[in-house]
């Protein structure tokens, strides 16, 4: 049985590199303008209330830390630690032509693990193909001799 790698796959994020975030999305950076704006512009003789103030900052703090958890995430998913265990086995990854487009797959056992510009590869039959192409992992089984 294969077992699959759909975190690693580039068909897993969406084409227009927001990684299924909608342009809704609103950044932190765009929330704390809105909250400064709102500060400057708030009216003197009504200010805004301190629990109005204090659920505002807690939303954004909350915001900052799901931010954070989601780049430690993708960090661990794709630390050397998890890579390096495909070391022996056999792995299936997509190949591409010159345009960028999917042409179909590969498999090859990995024969270790490079960083190269901060990216990994996975070092197959003499050639390095990107841990994110990467689809599918089994572990080979040697059959016996009759």
Request: aromatic residues 6%; without cysteine.
């Amino acid at each position: 049985m294969a077992v699959q790698w759909p975190y690693y796959s580039k068909v897993n994020t969406s084409p227009n590199g927001t990684n299924g975030q909608s342009g809704n999305v609103m950044g932190k950076d765009q929330f704390l303008k809105i909250l400064i704006t709102q500060l400057q512009n708030q009216d003197p003789a009504a200010p805004m209330q301190d629990r109005e103030f204090i659920a505002q900052m807690a939303q954004f703090s909350s915001l900052e830390q799901m931010m954070n958890m989601t780049k430690e995430i993708t960090d661990l998913r794709q630390s050397l630690g998890i890579a390096s265990g495909m070391i022996g086995k056999e792995v299936t990854w997509l190949t591409y032509d010159e345009t960028g487009e999917v042409t179909g797959q590969n498999t090859g056992v990995v024969e270790g693990i490079v960083i190269k510009d901060g990216a990994q590869y996975a070092e197959i039959d003499g050639r390095q193909v990107a841990v994110g192409d990467i689809v599918g992992m089994r572990t080979v089984t040697e059959e016996a001799a009759p």
